[in-house]
Nanobody, 122 residues
Framework: QVQLVESGGGLVQAGGSLRLSCAAS????????MGWFRQAPGKEREFLAAISWSGGRIFYADSVKGRFTISRDNAKNTVYLQMNSLKPEDTAVYYC???????????????WGQGTQVTVSS
């Protein structure tokens, strides 16, 4: 069992940056691949980035490649999402999730956080 808690969301102007954190409980955190997703009102949950348990494999959605960076610190049981050059269309609830393998679809993830709101003003 893994419990995930996101933090770091908030209101930021277009062009600004935020760093999201996802703290995980449980000694098995380092055995899970981790992903970040977001969901805007009326839209499906969208894959953003994923990282393998070791950090050796990383994948990004085209929509955020070059602007967002995923990383993890297994000693701190935490995964991060650094978001730069934010745009109003990045406004959404952001979720972290844990999976037994690196994946870009929500159904492959077993555990989810409660989400953190990111709002980008124009």
């Amino acid at each position: 069992q893994v419990q995930l808690v996101e933090s770091g969301g908030g209101l930021v102007q277009a062009g600004g940056s935020l760093r999201l954190s996802c703290a995980a409980s449980g000694r098995t955190f380092r055995s899970y691949a981790m992903g970040w997703f977001r969901q805007a009102p009326g839209k499906e949950r969208e894959f953003l980035a994923a990282i393998s348990w070791s950090g050796g494999r990383i994948f990004y959605a085209d929509s955020v490649k070059g602007r967002f960076t995923i990383s993890r610190d297994n000693a701190k049981n935490t995964v991060y999402l650094q978001m730069n050059s934010l745009k109003p269309e990045d406004t959404a609830v952001y979720y972290c999730a844990a999976s037994t393998e690196v994946a870009d679809v929500p159904r492959q993830y077993n555990y989810w956080g409660q989400g953190t709101q990111v709002t980008v003003s124009s």
